[in-house]
């Protein structure tokens, strides 16, 4: 499994974008997307995941009710992110693993590269 990480850029605080994540190769049953941020000078983190044919999701508390993760009909995931904030600036990485979903990045074993995500304020 190959990942794709696009769709980042410069929006002001309280707009919206959109993230997507194509991924190559087989998503067979029980594939996970997740997407995780790395803020400047700071670890990174998770920030969404959701299993890639189910309803499955979580997010952490510092997004929730306005980032959403989705996927299309082929293969595209997505990271839509509204009300955007300052403190949202950062890279954002979409990732993959096999399993349940995790917040936790040392389980996730596909990554793309990161697209870089700045919110002025």
């Known amino acids: 499994v190959q990942l794709q990480a696009s769709g980042g850029g410069l929006v002001q605080a309280g707009g919206s974008l959109r993230l997507s994540c194509a991924v190559s190769?087989?998503?067979?049953?029980?594939?996970?997307m997740g997407w995780f941020r790395q803020a400047p000078g700071k670890e990174r983190e998770f920030v969404a995941a959701r299993i890639w044919s189910g309803d499955i999701v979580n997010y952490a508390d510092s997004v929730k009710g306005r980032f959403s993760i989705s996927r299309d009909a082929e293969n595209t995931g997505y990271l839509q992110m509204n009300v955007l904030k300052a403190e949202d600036t950062a890279v954002y990485y979409c990732a993959g693993r096999y399993g349940s979903v995790s917040t936790f990045q040392r389980y996730y074993r596909f990554w793309g590269q990161g697209t870089l995500v700045t919110v002025s304020s």
């Open positions: 190769g087989r998503t067979v049953p029980g594939y996970v």
